[in-house]
């Protein structure tokens, strides 16, 4: 009876440890996917608002966030956005990202926001961010500031 509880002791260390393991890989692997997910959205950032070019910002869209909006209704939001003027700096950018698990698979997504300063002022941009074969893709880009007022613009729902 004592080997029973001796050998039901060790699996139970042995489930602990590997619990411990995988906790610190999870927590290892998404301080990594937070940075990427970081250093991405600074760089699309500062490629979309340098000019305000909303063709960077469809190269890096994913289907759903290129099929939410009409051409014409993209090129009047970045004609406002265009109001701000040139981006002055690089964005500091700051969010968090998620793995879970869905009855598809699994999803990466991360949801960052960008304060930059432009020409004519501060602004921030909110990004929710999705990651497909590898690749970051914005599935969301809303651009606040006061010289733009309080909409909330280009929003995949």
Known sequence: MSKFFAVI??????????????????AYRGNALDEEASAYSARAVTAITSHWDAAELMSRATPQLAHATSQDQLG?????????????????CQGSSLVSMTPAGTRTSGSYTCTAQFQSGPAEIAMALVKAHGTWLINGFHVTSQLLGSDKLLQKA
Do not use: D, E, N
């Not at 002791?9 to 999870?26: R, S, T």
């Not at 406002?80 to 500091?92: E, K, M, V, Y």
């Open 9 to 26: 002791g060790m699996a139970a260390v042995v489930v602990i440890l590997l619990g411990i393991a995988a906790f610190g890989y999870v």
């Open 76 to 92: 009047a939001l970045f004609q406002r956005f265009s109001t701000l003027g040139p981006l002055r700096g690089a964005p500091h």
